[in-house]
């Protein structure tokens, strides 16, 4: 156990800056599918979010308890039955490429190829074929992908699948990533690297990050902030800023740390069902 660090400047949660913005406010926030009609019940009762740019936030919570509907109401796929989501203290505007989305599955165009792909976005976007070409090259390369460019998605690995749906997001450089769960269906050994890629592209390019995730020590591992999700209707329970996922030290570093194992259980107290009490 790595104690003596605790103290060091390393472990400290990185300070907000008062001038920083909020990229994402969710304020009282309901959603309720298929509107107010009777018989319908609130899928998010009330939530009250704030974001601020350049956070990488961990969302956990039991199946069920509205992760992903919240997601989608910051993507601007839903809207809220009662409340107010505003991006970068505008009215939400919308789906738009300025938001990018990363799913469990890549849902790459089977068709297309990874280059071709990485460009979709950027086509919306009005973008000249050169300069298309010319992101997706330096977006390939950012996540490791130049070699397979022109490879079409049944030729990729699951992990290179992943690798090109993140370049496709970040290609029209978006201010704030999506992703839920995207790592999941993936092997231990292409998740953690995935999960070094996306810890490097945070600190290198100070991206807002909101990241979905059954995975306990995933969220340890990359989250400045974690939030624990109940349903019933969703809400928020737990809402803590994390220092484990700090720097650049290979990530058994963090799990070594005597907060660690703290962190965890707490985390995973809060998220076993409260007939399984008898756990703890
Ligand atoms: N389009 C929809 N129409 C109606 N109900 C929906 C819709 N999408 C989700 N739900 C319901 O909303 C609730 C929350 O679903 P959501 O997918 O947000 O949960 P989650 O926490 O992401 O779950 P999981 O971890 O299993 O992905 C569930 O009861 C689900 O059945």
Redesign the pocket.
């Given at each position: 156990m790595i104690e003596a660090a605790i103290d060091d400047e390393i472990w400290k949660p990185r300070e907000q800056s008062e001038s920083a913005k909020d990229a994402v406010a969710l304020n009282s926030v309901s959603l309720r599918?298929?509107g107010k009609a009777a018989g319908n019940t609130d899928?998010l009762g009330a939530v009250q979010l704030h974001i601020q740019e350049g956070e990488f936030v961990c969302i956990l919570?039991?199946?069920?308890?509205?992760?992903?509907?919240?997601?989608?109401l910051v993507a601007g796929y839903?809207k809220p039955t009662e409340g107010e989501v505003r991006l970068y203290n505008q009215p939400h505007p919308g789906p738009n490429p300025k938001v990018g989305v990363v799913f469990q599955h890549a849902n790459l165009f089977p068709w297309l190829s990874v280059n071709r792909n990485v460009q979709f976005g950027l086509k919306m976007l009005g973008l000249k074929r050169s300069e298309r070409n010319r992101i997706a090259i330096e977006t390939l390369g950012q996540v490791g992908l130049d070699s397979a460019a022109s490879l079409l998605p049944h030729q990729l690995s699951g992990g290179m699948k992943q690798r090109a749906a993140i370049a496709r997001a970040l290609a029209a450089n978006p201010a704030l990533l999506l992703m839920?769960?995207p790592f999941a269906a993936l092997d231990a050994i292409t998740r953690e690297s995935l999960q070094y890629l996306l810890r490097k592209l945070w600190i290198e390019t100070g991206k807002t990050i909101v990241f979905?995730t059954?995975d306990v020590e995933e969220a340890l591992l990359l989250g400045s902030r974690l939030i624990v999700?109940k349903?019933g209707p969703?809400r928020i329970e737990i809402d803590m800023p994390n220092s484990l996922n700090r720097a650049s030290e290979p990530f058994a570093f963090a799990r070594q740390h005597l907060r660690y194992g703290e962190t965890r259980e707490q985390l995973l107290k809060a998220l076993r069902p409260s007939d399984q009490s008898w756990q703890d």
């Open positions: 599918y298929g899928v919570g039991p199946s069920g308890c509205g992760k992903t509907s919240l997601l989608k839903e839920d769960e979905i059954h999700m349903g969703g």
